[in-house]
C-alpha cells in the first residue's frame, strides 16, 4: 500500500512568514549565512535559527558549517521549482518603498532562478530558443536539437546530460513575473553559467536580479537574434 506526499507538512513549513522569507532570499542559488537570513525575515538571529533548523528538517534547506558560520541553501532544484510555481499563483505584495520598486523592476526583468535564467530576458530567450528550433517540446519537458547542440557548443555551454544526475535535463519553469515558460533543468544552469562566464549576465546586489550587459545585449543578439530593450 503506497501513501501519498505530506503535502500538508510542506505546505505549513513554508506557510509561515518569516520562513517564507528566508526561502525566497535562497532563490538566487547562493548559500547564505543565518544572520543574513535574519535580517532577510526581519527577526532575530535566535528565532532565525529555530527556523532554519525546522526547514532543514523538512527537506527543504541543507548546511554548511565554514569554522564558526554556518551557510543555508535551498536542498535542490525542485525546491526552487516548487517556490516559483507558488510565486506565479500567489497575489502581489503592496510595494511600500522605491526601494521595493525598483528592486521588483528589476527582478521582473532578470533574475536567477536557482541556478537558471529567469524573467523578462529569461523567456525571451526561451522563446527565442524555441523558434530557432534548438529546443523543441517534448510532452513535459524539453528535447534539445542536433542544431541546438551544435549552436550552444559553439557558445561554450556544456550541453553533455549527466547520467548520474537524478535533475531533468531541459524543463519548462513557470515564471512567475512573465507566467510563461523559462527553460530550467540542467542545461538551464549550464546555458545561465555561461553567460555569466561571458560577462553577458552580472549579479545585482542584495538581491537575486541581474543586469543584462552591453556585450550580453550584443551577443544575445548575435548568436540568438534576441532584441531586447
Known sequence: MTTAPNVGEIAVLIGEPSRVAMLLSLMGGKALPASELARAARITPQTASSHLSKLVDGGLLVNESYGRHRY?????????????ALLAIASPKPVRSLRESDQ???MRYARTCYDHLAGEIGVALT???LAMQLIEEAEHDYVLTKAGQQKLCQLGVDVAPNPKSRRRFARPCLDWSERRHHLAGTLGASLTNRLFELGWIERMPDCRAVRLTSSGASGLAEHFGLTLT
Open 127 to 129: 522563446d527565442q530558443l
Open 72 to 84: 543555508y541553501r535551498l536542498a535542490n532544484a525542485e525546491v526552487a521549482h516548487a517556490l516559483e
Open 104 to 106: 521588483l523592476r528589476a
